[in-house]
Each structure stands twice: as structure tokens, then as C-alpha cells.
């Protein structure tokens, strides 16, 4: 054969290949332009998973995926597992850009025969990410379909036996008949107390916590009260094995109180006169109070210089007494006591008198009498003092001071 007849031959043969090619081609291309593969390819579109406890009846690829009512993609598979469904979602990118990542869904439906769509929500607080390829969100519910229905119905009708329904539905029927106004009625006031108890819901919940506080407190105060209660115990059993003793203790008391009913009864009057009268006497001990402390510790003090001096052991002391002259002698009327000092309590230096400070000053007050009036620094001789001791006195009592 020669070479012109061979490329004769070979000329149709390149024809219908190329041909096929671009027949195969043009399939290709139809095929990829509907099921979305060239657009893929040009702008990816942002994929996502949606887990949900149940994907509903009429759930296919190809269900519409909105936000606020416009479509923002496409379901692209539907894949059944254990304990629920898994949505496979394909966003548009664009759309993707504006939905936030902490997005919402759910899986609704017009009607419970209506074929199903996945609608997404923005949170409450939604977050400045946009979602992204690779995530996964939970579905928060699924419409209720009339499968559903029919089988909570069919599980209820399992349970309660109809006639057994029927008759109960028939006595409560017969039981409200004519009793529309009291029910009504009852709904009304009904409605009225809780709407009075409505606004103190806050307060009943604070006295719960209130409460659940207080019983903690309870709890862990028990085991002290439950030895409080052993010990109780204790105390009962011996009130009861003493309850002779105690009889007659309680019978003593009573005639105790018997008597001293009787002589407070008969002095009542007179115990009354005599607090009254101690009353201005126990006010004055109790303004110079102070004056006894520092009295009785000074002569504690002056005890135990004395015995120094005059050879006490701390049982006992001798003392030389002697008669002090240069203090006047006693005359009366002059003399006389009289309760008319002032000036509040004045320990002075008591209760450690330094001996620079002896002897001590002398507070002249207005009580009748003043032993140093005459003023006298040494011994002074009064012949008529010492007249005064003999039998009888022969000195005229003085009327001046």
C-alpha cells in the first residue's frame, strides 16, 4: 500500500477521535456544571458539619440551608450513626463570611409533612469569627413530624387501655357536667391567688435559701445535738432516781418561802422605810468609795513599818501609848459632830505617803470640829484639860469654839 493511500485511510480514523474527545469532554463538562464540581473549583465553598439527635423523615442532599430567611447553601449529605444524624452543609463562601461561628441550627419544616430544611440563628451574643470550613454545630431541635405523633400516640394507647380510657373520660365528663360556673369560678380565684403570690416569688426564694442555709447549719450542729440529747438523758434518769430528795427539797423550799412570805409581809412596810433611808447613806459610801482602798492599803503600810519599829512578828506588835499634847481638849457644844463636808473623795498621798511629805496637810472640812484650830506645832499645857479628868470635872463646859 502505498504512502498516499495509508494517509487517505488515517485522515477519517483522527477525525472520530478527536470527535469522541471533545464528545467526552462536552459530557464532562455538563455533568461537573451540575453538580456544582466547576463552581467548586473556581470559589470552595465553606463545608460543615450539623449534629442532631434525629435528621427527620424527608431530609435529602440538596435541601436548602437559610439564615433569617435567605438561602445560604445547600445540604450535601445526609449520614445516619448511632444515637442520631450527621448533616453534611455546604455554604456559600460568601455567605460564610457574615455567619458567626458560634451560629445556631435547627432542622424545621412548613408542615409536619413537609419536606425538611436546615435553618441557622445568630446567639444572642454572636461572635466577630466568621464560621469556617470544618466545624460543627449542634441542632437545637427538629420539627415534629406526624411519624412522631404516631408513635407517642401508639405508646400512649399501649399503656392505657382505651375502654378503661373511655370509661374514665366518660365519669370525669359526667362529674363536670353543670359545674361550669364553679369551675370557672375556682380558674378565677385560682388565677387571683397567683397573681398575689406572684410578686412575693423573690421573697419565698430567698427564705428557701434561707432555709437550705439553716438546714446546713442544722446538719452540721447534729452530732452536737444529739450528745446534748444523751446527756439529757442522763440528767432525766437521775432527776428520776432523786425524786424523793427532790420532793423534799421542793417541800422545804415551799415552807421557806412560806415563812419568809409571812415576815416580809408583816416588815414589808418597814424593810420598804429603812431602803428608802439607806439610800442617801449608800450614795455618799459609794461617791468616797475611793477613799477605802487607799485608807486600808495605806495602813497596811504603815502595819509594817510599825512592827519594824516596834518588834511585831506579823501576828502581834507592842505599842506605847501616850498622851498627845497641843490638840485642844474636847468641848461641847463647839465639838459637836456635824455632816456637812463636801469636796468628794481626796486620798492625797496615800496609799505610800514619801517622807517629805510628812506630815501630811491637813484638809479642814465643815464637820463640827477642828482639832488643830488653835494652831498649835508643840506640846501646850492646859491646866484646865487635866481638871476635866477628875472625878465630877471641875470646867464649865464653853460655848465658843
Known sequence: MTTGHRNAVAAPRIAAGVMAGLLLLSVAATYFAFTGGVKDAVDPPT???????????????????KIHGVEVGTVD??????????????????AAQSIPENVEARIAA????????????????PSSVPISSGAIIDSSSVTVEVNTVFQTLTQ????????????????????????????????????????????????????????????????????????????????GRTLVDKAGTLDAVLLGVIGMADVGNAVLSENAAAISSTVHELKPTTELL??????????????DRARVGAEEVSGGNGRTML?????????????????????????????????????????????????????????????????????????????????TR
Not at 80 to 94: H, M, N, P, Y
Not at 114 to 122: A, C, N, Q, R
Not at 286 to 299: I, M
Open 47 to 65: 463545608w460543615v458539619t450539623l449534629q442532631s439527635d434525629r435528621s427527620g423523615l424527608v431530609m435529602q442532599p440538596g435541601a436548602l440551608v
Open 77 to 94: 449529605a445526609v449520614h445516619q450513626v448511632t444515637g442520631g444524624a450527621v448533616v453534611e452543609l455546604r455554604l456559600e463562601k460568601a
Open 110 to 125: 412548613t408542615t409536619i409533612f413537609g419536606s425538611k430544611f436546615v435553618t441557622l440563628t445568630e446567639p444572642a451574643n
Open 156 to 235: 400512649v394507647l399501649a399503656a392505657v387501655e382505651p375502654d378503661k380510657l373511655n370509661s374514665t373520660l366518660t365519669s370525669l365528663a359526667t362529674a363536670v357536667r353543670g359545674r361550669g360556673n364553679d369551675l370557672g369560678l375556682s380558674i378565677d380565684e385560682t388565677s387571683a391567688l397567683l397573681a398575689a403570690v406572684e410578686p412575693r416569688v423573690p421573697t419565698l426564694q430567698r427564705e428557701i435559701a434561707a432555709g437550705a442555709t439553716v438546714t446546713e447549719t442544722l446538719a452540721d450542729a447534729a452530732p452536737d445535738l444529739l450528745t446534748n440529747l444523751e446527756n439529757l438523758t442522763t440528767t
Open 286 to 299: 459609794e461617791q468616797y468609795s475611793p477613799e477605802f482602798t487607799c485608807f486600808l492599803q495605806g495602813a
Open 319 to 399: 505599842l506605847n501609848s501616850t498622851i498627845l499634847f497641843g490638840i485642844p481638849p474636847y468641848t461641847y457644844e463647839s465639838d459637836l459632830p456635824r455632816v456637812a463636808a463636801s469636796g468628794g473623795p481626796r486620798c492625797g498621798a496615800l496609799p505610800m505617803v514619801p517622807n517629805d511629805a510628812v506630815p501630811t496637810p491637813y484638809v479642814v472640812a465643815d464637820t463640827g470640829s477642828n482639832p488643830f484650830r488653835a494652831g498649835n506645832t508643840g506640846p501646850v499645857f492646859s491646866p484646865s484639860s487635866i481638871l476635866d479628868f477628875l472625878p465630877g470635872g471641875l470646867a464649865t463646859p464653853a460655848g
